[in-house]
């Protein structure tokens, strides 16, 4: 399946764990299934966080050009179940570092969160 911009370009929207274009959405609904797909997954901050990162396989990037992006990286509040950081990524190898990104400054962005939204909350 294929998505067309308004000049006529066109880009694939799932694509597998190496970046490959897939036709097939039952071949991606497959992929979708196998766990191998859970990047990194792991509770943080004394399981106040759930950081999350997974392949995706559609293509979230907003352009036509440029490489797809495929892989997220998500962190959520477990107070609140609600995600208050999100970043996404066209290479595994992109996720992993990502994640480790992320999981060194999450005590900055935690705490940002927790003043936002649950000690300012009126
Ligand atoms: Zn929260």
Not at 106 to 114: D, G, S, V, Y
Request: glycine share 6%.
């Amino acid at each position: 399946m294929t998505k067309i911009n308004w000049k006529g370009l066109s880009k694939s929207m799932y694509y597998d764990m190496d970046g490959k274009p897939i036709d097939d959405v039952l071949a991606w609904a497959k992929m979708f299934e196998n766990k191998n797909r859970l990047i990194k997954q792991e509770y943080i901050l004394g399981k106040l966080v759930f950081l999350s990162s997974v392949w995706l396989g559609i293509d979230h990037s907003f352009t036509f050009a440029g490489k797809p992006l495929i892989f997220e990286t998500m962190g959520f509040c477990q107070l609140c179940n609600e995600e208050f950081i999100m970043d996404r990524y066209s290479t595994k190898k992109e996720t992993i570092e990502g994640h480790k990104k992320i999981k060194k400054g999450i005590i900055k962005l935690f705490i940002e969160h927790l003043i936002n939204k649950h000690l300012l909350r009126r």
